[in-house]
């Protein structure tokens, strides 16, 4: 996608972080936006920010098949069609493996992995429609990289990893490309609200992320448009993701004594 100037964007998530940071990067690029978030209040501040091209806002749960498959219709009765979509929202629980609820789990992996299943499979129609089309997903350095107590964070984007690569094979010969996205720490709130952990903990983690929003939302709109099939956002994911193939075993183990050091207690 050589140019996103014209292009109808959906992104999920929109209500802030990267989310917002980003349809105010592709507005900014000239980019039409169908913007989602289970928060209205939040996905409102964010399309009120954004000026010069068409944006609809839509209330979505995307844990909810239907909630889903809904926005991909009001988004196409109200642009026309979809040339992108860009599966953000996401969640996180703090906690090991043996002391996070099942409920907290299935909800983390919900949201992480399901989201980002109901928004490729909704949307894929209406990228066909088109002259050529784009699926961004957001993954995580976690997944090359885990960090203790964030396993069903870890597992869920693990599993975009996979998602996306199968989906890249599947779609070879279409005029569909694909990009899984690595953020390392990002100045977002979904550690603020990750849930079970305390202000001092996310404090903590807050040290370690060095990379704004903003900076994130322009590295994702240039994979776009250069066909990236993946893109590492920060000095941290680019030197862990390098680490793991290079020493997989001793790179863990140095992430898990720094997180020990600097992370949250």
Same mark, same amino acid.
């Given at each position: 996608?050589?140019?996103?100037?014209?292009?109808?964007?959906?992104?999920?998530?929109?209500?802030?972080?990267?989310?917002?940071?980003?349809?105010?990067?592709l507005?900014?690029?000239?980019?039409h936006?169908?913007?989602?978030? $289970?928060? @209205?209040?939040?996905?409102?501040e964010?399309?009120?920010?954004i000026?010069?091209?068409?944006?609809?806002i839509?209330?979505?749960?995307v844990?909810?098949?239907?909630?889903?498959?809904?926005?991909?219709?009001? /988004?196409?009765?109200?642009?026309?069609?979809?040339?992108? $979509?860009?599966?953000?929202?996401? %969640?996180?629980?703090?906690?090991?493996?043996?002391?996070?609820?099942? @409920?907290?789990?299935?909800? #983390?992996?919900?949201i992480?992995?399901?989201?980002?299943?109901?928004?490729?499979?909704?949307?894929?129609?209406?990228?066909?429609?088109?002259? @050529?089309? *784009?699926? #961004?997903?957001?993954?995580?350095?976690?997944?090359?990289?885990?960090?203790?107590?964030n396993?069903?964070?870890n597992?869920?984007k693990?599993?975009?990893?996979?998602f996306?690569?199968?989906?890249?094979l599947?779609?070879?010969?279409?005029?569909i490309?694909?990009?899984? #996205? *690595?953020p390392?720490?990002?100045?977002t709130?979904i550690?603020?609200?990750?849930?079970?952990?305390?202000?001092?903990?996310?404090?903590?983690?807050?040290?370690?992320?060095?990379?704004?929003?903003?900076?994130? /939302?322009?590295?994702?709109? %240039? /994979?776009?448009?250069?066909?990236k099939?993946?893109?590492?956002?920060? $000095?941290?994911?680019?030197?862990?993701?390098l680490?793991?193939? $290079?020493?997989?075993?001793?790179?863990?183990?140095?992430?898990?004594?720094?997180?020990?050091?600097?992370?949250?207690?």
């Amino acid at each position: 996608m050589t140019k996103l100037r014209d292009k109808v964007v959906a992104v999920t998530g929109a209500g802030s972080g990267i989310g917002r940071a980003l349809a105010q990067r592709l507005a900014a690029l000239g980019a039409h936006l169908a913007l989602s978030d $289970i928060d @209205e209040g939040t996905l409102r501040e964010t399309a009120g920010s954004i000026s010069g091209v068409n944006v609809s806002i839509h209330a979505v749960d995307v844990r909810s098949r239907d909630a889903v498959e809904r926005y991909a219709a009001e /988004a196409r009765a109200k642009h026309g069609g979809v040339d992108v $979509i860009v599966n953000n929202a996401g %969640r996180t629980v703090y906690g090991s493996l043996d002391e996070v609820s099942y @409920e907290d789990f299935a909800m #983390v992996l919900d949201i992480n992995m399901w989201g980002v299943v109901y928004g490729t499979r909704a949307f894929l129609p209406l990228l066909r429609e088109r002259p @050529e089309g *784009h699926v #961004v997903n957001i993954s995580s350095i976690n997944a090359m990289v885990p960090f203790a107590k964030n396993g069903p964070y870890n597992m869920s984007k693990y599993a975009v990893l996979g998602f996306s690569e199968t989906l890249g094979l599947e779609l070879r010969g279409q005029p569909i490309r694909v990009t899984c #996205v *690595h953020p390392g720490g990002i100045q977002t709130n979904i550690v603020n609200n990750a849930k079970n952990m305390t202000k001092e903990q996310a404090t903590a983690f807050g040290r370690v992320a060095k990379t704004t929003a903003p900076a994130a /939302a322009i590295a994702i709109a %240039r /994979a776009i448009e250069k066909n990236k099939r993946q893109v590492f956002i920060g $000095i941290d994911a680019k030197t862990m993701a390098l680490c793991k193939r $290079i020493a997989p075993h001793t790179t863990l183990q140095a992430t898990a004594k720094f997180m020990e050091t600097f992370g949250p207690k």
